[in-house]
Nanobody, 121 residues
Framework: QVQLVESGGGLVRPGGSLRLSCVAS????????MDWYRQAFGKQRELVAA???????NYADSVKGRFTISRDNAKNTVYLQMNSLKPEDTAVYYC???????????????WGQGTQVTVSS
């Protein structure tokens, strides 16, 4: 049973920091890209950051210089370090991964359950 489990969301003041974590578990053979998306209330889900299996990254313009995505392949984990947070960063953040499972029927794109990030004074 392949799944993604997220943690690290919460309430912070503007200028503060949070680190989100997402762990993939199950009978996993490989993980290609791992990504973070977010969806603010009343808005469409958007890509925040992505990282390939080799460590190449890209970011949305709105978070460049403030957010850092990283991964630990040995732990099947992706992180999102969020610094200098702004109220407009408030959203539900979702982990996404393209997973190859030992059982090919379980291979595919998976989503985490989402974790709330609220930036407010």
């Amino acid at each position: 049973q392949v799944q993604l489990v997220e943690s690290g969301g919460g309430l912070v003041r503007p200028g503060g920091s949070l680190r989100l974590s997402c762990v993939a578990s199950g009978s996993i053979f490989s993980i290609n890209s791992m990504d973070w998306y977010r969806q603010a209330f009343g808005k469409q889900r958007e890509l925040v950051a992505a990282i390939t299996s080799g460590g190449s990254t890209n970011y949305a313009d709105s978070v460049k210089g403030r957010f850092t995505i990283s991964r630990d392949n040995a732990k099947n984990t992706v992180y999102l370090q969020m610094n200098s947070l702004k109220p407009e960063d408030t959203a539900v953040y979702y982990c996404n991964a393209d997973i190859g499972a030992y059982d090919s029927l379980e291979s595919g794109v998976y989503w985490g359950q989402g974790t709330q990030v609220t930036v407010s004074s």
